[in-house]
């Protein structure tokens, strides 16, 4: 596609649930991070996929954060039994590079996410 | 320590004004450094990178001092649609090459 898509934009849920949030990077993009953003903060790095590979999940903030990228292009990011705390903007990125040059970042809408 | 500084702000100038921002880094070994800007509720948008020679583009000015660990961002006669958040990115050499974002600057241009 001509940029980096996300869904839902907006989701509301109760303490305990379980959700599933949808990125869909540019069509050749290598690189696909997940990054977290609070109210008042930068993005804070959660996870980093090469192709489908998941190099780098050193930023899930614990084990209910789970994230894939099985045929190397759309990824989810799926928290479990969510918590007030994971309310933020879950933001996507792709690049189309790899390693050293994956730094020049496209980044889709986000998705809101709050938990009541 | 943050592995990448910025002073939140907010910066309030009047248009037509110059203003800077820092950031600063900790990691000695970092490579690339962005500047990114972040408009109220939408993503952050690559705004420039940062080169070792400085770069300019139109009103912007990027600049990089290795030595002291900081790059920076000058505008120069600031307008009103330049009020954003920006946002200054490191990415290192080696490991997984996460860029790394720091929390943003707020700029208010107000007329």
């Known amino acids: 596609g001509a940029g980096v898509s996300q869904s839902p934009r907006y989701k509301v849920a109760k303490r305990g649930q379980d959700v599933a949030l949808r990125c869909d990077p540019i069509s050749g993009h290598v690189s696909l991070f997940w990054y977290q953003q609070a109210l008042g903060q930068g993005p804070e790095f959660l996870t980093y996929?090469?192709?489908?590979?998941?190099?780098?999940k050193s930023g899930l903030p614990s084990d209910r954060f789970f994230a894939e990228r099985p045929e190397g292009s759309v990824s989810t990011l799926k928290i479990q039994r969510t918590q007030q705390e994971d309310s933020a903007v879950y933001l996507c990125a792709s690049s189309l590079n790899r390693g050293a040059g994956a730094n020049v970042l496209t980044f889709g809408a986000g998705s809101r996410l709050t938990v009541l | 320590r943050k592995e990448v500084e910025q002073d939140p702000g907010p910066f309030n100038v009047p248009e037509g004004a110059t203003v800077a921002f820092n950031c600063t880094y900790s990691?000695?070994?970092?490579?690339?450094f962005f500047w990114y800007r972040q408009d109220c509720r939408k993503e952050p948008k690559l705004l420039m990178s940062v080169y070792s020679s400085g770069n300019e583009d139109g009103r912007f000015t990027a600049q990089l001092n290795r030595a002291s660990q900081y790059i920076s961002l000058l505008i120069r006669d600031s307008k009103l649609s330049d009020s954003a958040t920006y946002l200054c990115v490191v990415s290192p050499i080696g490991g997984s090459y996460i860029p790394t974002f720091g929390r943003g600057t707020s700029l208010i241009v107000h007329p």
């Open positions: 990691n000695s070994a970092s490579q690339s």
């Open positions: 996929f090469q192709n489908e590979a998941q190099l780098d």
